[in-house]
């Protein structure tokens, strides 16, 4: 091809493309989507629905009485009719407690203890209450009943009602009926909503609820403080969305406590009395009506629902060990216990939502959890929301700890101090640091030890972490604090500040079912002071097959009590020095057994820290600002003669 020919090629082809360009750039037709000018965020978009997904999802804002909307995350399974609803109302996110929305699957996308309900066609739902994540309004922790402590017209009952109205009136899926579930903070509100129920509340499973948090739950024991609960307040209360720990001055919670001095200087030198909630709990350190009016077991009492409720707990709740077992008792006392049951497993706080095939050292038959969302929860759900065949539940189920089995009882304690047919029985404290069923015979006997706020015992081997920065996380050997009741208590026996009592290797085993009772008579140089009783299975030197767990000290219940309540609660007083005074308090629930080969043990001690403030040990009106020179050493002596005989009085039952 010559020189004038190429050339020539070349003009036309590019004659031939200029108007193909030249189309390729010229802007199209008003008619089409402009590129510019608009809004790339949609006002309303449903979120994509990948083809292999079995589920939708929707969120929706639902409104309250007062006009305030609540973050609500609606899962609904595909092709859904007539399905019951399944309510979770939280304070922890319902965007990620409503669990990994990628999975195409609904039963793998839930957390794992809503597995089960997301099989059974469940429309599950959850929501952040007011003030919190997504939610619209103020929150306050803990939100009192509309009352004197309330003076608005919301609360969590109003809340809940709001919420199942609307839910029924607008998920068409749905066969109007709801039942509400939820753990901890959850099963408060789940709690909550009985006060008032909405019609279309068949059916309720508060699980460890918050109900009285001064007696024994969340921020008191009997009067005494929980220290370590300040972080978790910190976290909720700081900001609406997820707050942060309280930053730590050092490693160990033990040294950082002690260094701080009160749990009042704590608090102001990290800026936590700003907190009003914190601030609220320094201003009532009685049991005083701030508390009272607060104790749900007594409102539930006092209106009882006719909603069939399911009340979980866990034997070895490191956070709520109260409510579930006492809003039960309290209803059982009303006369009203028809429509209620009672669920004590064998589980650390919450992990009855996750796989419960052992807590701490004990390992059991099976996945305790799995068992109880299984064979209790679906059925008393389906007989409730879907006219399923009856649950055939017993009133009260409750994991054996010692035989490695479920029981069931028609009440619950099987034996107590009156009232329920079977007397308990007093376990005393004796010579030689010794415990025998036979009263002592002694005029006068005790043993003493000091207690010294500078060295108060700990709860956990030091050092001792944060439990909510590195929730349940093992450092060289440390038992984690979901595990702590469970922790072996060789770690004190021994200190000279512990007293420990044991009874011989025992022949035959002891069955205990029910509620011990810690009855202490004690003298101390102090003004104040506060007693802490450990029941424990003490096992024998060697066990075969299982190495680590010789000579294990397991407690098996154990609580403190703070001496200024004596008499009252309500209204503390001083300890008159040097007189012999009584302390009575009811420990956790037990259903256990002792075998053969091991031994009853008790110890008896005056701190627990830093899960518990420490004591003065001299009487001041305010334990959160007393002054250095209030921690004052004082001598215990537990008395344990004839006339002041001291005992751990249990709920021994003869036979299986």
Request: aromatic fraction near 10%; include cysteine; proline fraction near 9%.
């Amino acid at each position: 091809m010559t020189t004038t020919l190429r050339k020539a090629v070349l003009l036309g082809l590019f004659a031939a493309t200029v108007p193909m360009l030249a189309s390729a750039l010229t802007p199209p037709p008003q008619s089409q989507a402009p590129l510019v000018g608009t809004n790339d965020i949609p006002r309303t978009f449903d979120d994509p629905v990948p083809g292999g997904q079995d589920f939708i999802k929707r969120v929706e804002m639902v409104p309250m009485r007062d006009g305030v909307k609540l973050y609500t995350v609606i899962l609904i399974p595909k092709g859904a009719k007539n399905a019951p609803i399944l309510l979770t109302r939280t304070p922890y996110n319902a965007e990620e407690r409503a669990g990994n929305l990628m999975s195409p699957k609904l039963v793998d996308a839930v957390p794992l203890g809503d597995a089960v309900f997301a099989k059974a066609g469940y429309i599950r739902i959850y929501q952040d209450v007011r003030g919190k994540y997504g939610s619209e309004g103020d929150y306050v922790m803990m939100r009192p009943v509309r009352g004197p402590l309330n003076p608005t017209k919301v609360d969590q009952v109003t809340d809940a009602w709001d919420t199942i109205d609307w839910l029924v009136k607008h998920l068409k899926e749905s066969n109007g009926r709801v039942a509400m579930i939820g753990s901890s903070y959850e099963g408060f509100t789940a709690a909550m909503a009985l006060l008032e129920p909405h019609p279309a509340l068949k059916a309720s499973v508060p699980e460890s609820p918050v109900i009285d948090a001064y007696m024994g739950d969340d921020w008191f024991h009997y009067g005494a403080f929980r220290n370590m609960m300040l972080g978790y307040v910190h976290m909720q209360t700081v900001q609406k969305g997820p707050g942060a720990v309280t930053p730590s001055d050092t490693f160990d919670k033990y040294e950082e406590y002690l260094q701080a001095g009160s749990t009042g200087d704590y608090v102001r030198s990290r800026g936590l009395d700003k907190l009003p909630f914190v601030a609220r709990m320094m201003g009532h350190p009685s049991y005083d009506a701030f508390w009272q009016g607060q104790d749900l077991a007594k409102l539930l009492a006092a209106r009882p629902s006719n909603v069939p409720t399911l009340w979980e707990q866990g034997l070895f709740d490191q956070e709520d060990m109260w409510g579930a077992n006492h809003a039960w008792l309290a209803l059982k006392a009303a006369g009203h216990i028809g429509n209620n049951w009672l669920v004590l497993g064998p589980w650390s706080h919450s992990q009855v939502n996750g796989k419960g095939y052992s807590v701490g050292p004990l390992q059991w038959n099976g996945d305790t959890s799995a068992q109880y969302m299984r064979d209790m929860v679906l059925p008393f759900l389906e007989q409730y929301l879907r006219d399923g065949p009856d649950a055939k539940l017993p009133r009260v189920a409750v994991y054996n700890t010692g035989d490695n089995h479920w029981d069931g009882f028609e009440t619950w304690p099987t034996s107590c101090e009156s009232g329920c047919g079977k007397a308990l029985k007093p376990l005393f404290l004796t010579e030689r640091f010794g415990l025998s069923f036979d009263a002592p015979g002694a005029v006068q006997a005790g043993d003493t030890y000091t207690s010294d706020p500078a060295k108060p015992v700990p709860f956990l081997p030091r050092p001792v972490l944060d439990p909510f920065y590195g929730y349940g996380s093992t450092y060289a050997g440390y038992l984690p604090w979901s595990k702590w009741l469970l922790n072996d208590q060789r770690f004190v026996d021994g200190r000279p500040d512990v007293l420990v009592y044991e009874t011989p290797v025992l022949t035959e085993p002891v069955r205990v079912q029910g509620i011990p009772v810690a009855d202490i008579r004690a003298a101390t140089t102090g003004t104040d002071g506060d007693f802490v009783v450990k029941l424990i299975d003490v096992y024998p030197s060697s066990v075969p097959g299982n190495p680590t767990m010789g000579g294990y000290q397991l407690p098996i219940a154990l609580d403190i009590f703070r001496g200024r309540y004596r008499e009252s609660f309500e209204h503390p007083t001083a300890i008159p020095a040097n007189q012999p005074q009584r302390y009575k308090f009811d420990l956790p629930n037990v259903n256990h057994v002792f075998q053969p080969g091991h031994k009853i043990m008790v110890q008896i001690q005056s701190s627990l820290f830093p899960l518990y403030d420490r004591n003065p040990q001299t009487f001041v009106p305010n334990i959160f600002n007393a002054k250095p020179g209030d921690y004052r050493a004082a001598n215990v002596t537990v008395l344990r003669s004839k006339e002041q005989a001291s005992a751990v009085w249990l709920p021994v039952v003869e036979g299986r």
